[in-house]
Every structure is written in C-alpha cells, then in structure tokens.
C-alpha cells in the first residue's frame, strides 16, 4: 500500500480484556513510532522501533502496555488486562528520511 | 526540544491567508521548526520545517523571524479542507533514533465558507 496501514480502525474492549494493534509501515521504512492520542489531547510517543530493535520505550505508560516489530516491518502494540484510562486513539508512523514522519489514521480503542 | 506556544483556535475565511503563529522563545541554534497538521479522524501530516531561512513549498511557507523566537505558518489561500490541528514542534537535528516528536495540543484552525 502506499501509506501506513493500522488495524483494526476501531475496537472496543471491556475492562480487562487484552487488544492487539497492528501496524504495517510503508515499505523499506526504517524507523517506526507509536503514539496515544487521548481525546482533545496532541499525540504524546509511546515507543520507537528502529528496524526490530525497540530503542526508546520511555512512553510506555506501564508493564501492561507491549510493542512489538519481531521482522522489522510489521508492528504490533498489545494492551494487557485493558483499563478505562487506556481509551484513545493509537497511531503508528514511520520514516525513512529524516524531518518527515507519515502516519496512519490511527485505532480507536474504546474500553468499557 | 524548546518548548512552543500556540493560539488555542483560530478562525479564517476561505481564500483569505492564513497565518499560525508559534512562539519558541527558549528555541537554541540548532533546533529546527517543524509544522504537522491533523484533521479530524486522520493522523497527523508533515506541512514543512526550517531553521533559520524562510521556506515554501506547494503546502505552505513558513516565515522564521531573525531571531527564531517566533515563526508563522501561512497557508495562502485557505479551503475548507485546511481546517485541522496545527502543531508548531521545536526539535534538534534529526537522524536516525533522534526522530521522536513531541506534540502540543496545538492550534484548532477552522476556515469559514
């Protein structure tokens, strides 16, 4: 595809549930974001892939939160016993060249 | 990365120019300016970025002032579908592991028919 792909658009969990997030970045991209966007909020970095070498998690915002690239192109952010504080939309990005990153249109997760 | 303010909304008529403008007072000399948008339901989108030279492209042009402490983003002729989220980010160089961005909440843009 010609841009970043994420599935599912939406999901909606019930409290204590675990989701999965998948990212397809465009092909070749080397590095490779997530981001949480909660509702009126900018998007605030949760994680960065450099090929599969996760090199910065510093925005994870705890142990139950878990990214993924094992081949360096696929991604995926999975939520453990899923809370209500964890509704938001998640985006993916990624980028070959610096400056530009392209994102994807995000996954809406609804936790109730 | 400096920190910037923003106006939170802005309203514009279409065709008319829009300028957003962006404070970065504490911006040091090797920090760039970085200007994404988001509109609604989509994920951000890169518009342009300088650091001390004034640039255009077919988005946009952005005008840094001589002392970088501010900047504005003008669009030239406002369309409807320019209404989106305007963030103004402060970073130093990128290269591979340095691209993280961190977002504001930004400025709300709404161009009026």
């Known amino acids: 595809g010609a841009g970043v792909s994420q599935s599912p658009r939406y999901k909606v969990a019930k409290r204590g549930q675990d989701v999965a997030l998948r990212c397809d970045p465009i092909?070749?991209?080397?590095?490779l974001f997530w981001y949480q966007q909660a509702l009126g909020q900018g998007p605030e970095f949760l994680t960065y892939f450099q090929n599969e070498a996760q090199l910065d998690k510093s925005g994870l915002p705890s142990d139950r939160f878990f990214a993924e690239r094992p081949e360096g192109s696929v991604s995926t952010l999975k939520i453990q016993r899923t809370q209500q504080e964890d509704s938001a939309v998640y985006l993916c990005a990624s980028s070959l060249a610096p400056f530009e990153l392209f994102f994807g249109e995000g996954s809406r997760l609804t936790v109730l | 990365d400096a920190k910037t303010t923003q106006p939170p909304s802005m309203d514009c008529a279409e065709g008319r120019a829009a300028n957003l403008p962006c404070n970065h007072s504490?911006?040091?000399?090797?920090?760039?300016v970085y200007w994404y948008r988001q509109i609604h339901s989509q994920g951000p989108q890169y518009i342009i970025h300088?650091?001390?030279n004034n640039e255009t492209n077919e988005m946009a042009s952005l005008i840094i002032t001589e002392d970088r402490k501010s900047s504005t983003l003008i669009l030239p002729h406002a369309t409807l579908r320019d209404t989106a989220v305007y963030y103004c980010?402060?970073?130093?160089?990128?290269?591979?592991?340095?691209?993280?961005?961190?977002f504001g909440t930004g400025t709300r843009l709404t161009i009026i028919p």
């Open positions: 300088g650091l001390k």
């Open positions: 092909s070749g991209h080397v590095s």
């Open positions: 504490t911006i040091s000399g090797n920090e760039y």
């Open positions: 980010i402060a970073k130093k160089p990128i290269n591979f592991g340095n691209e993280k961005l961190t």
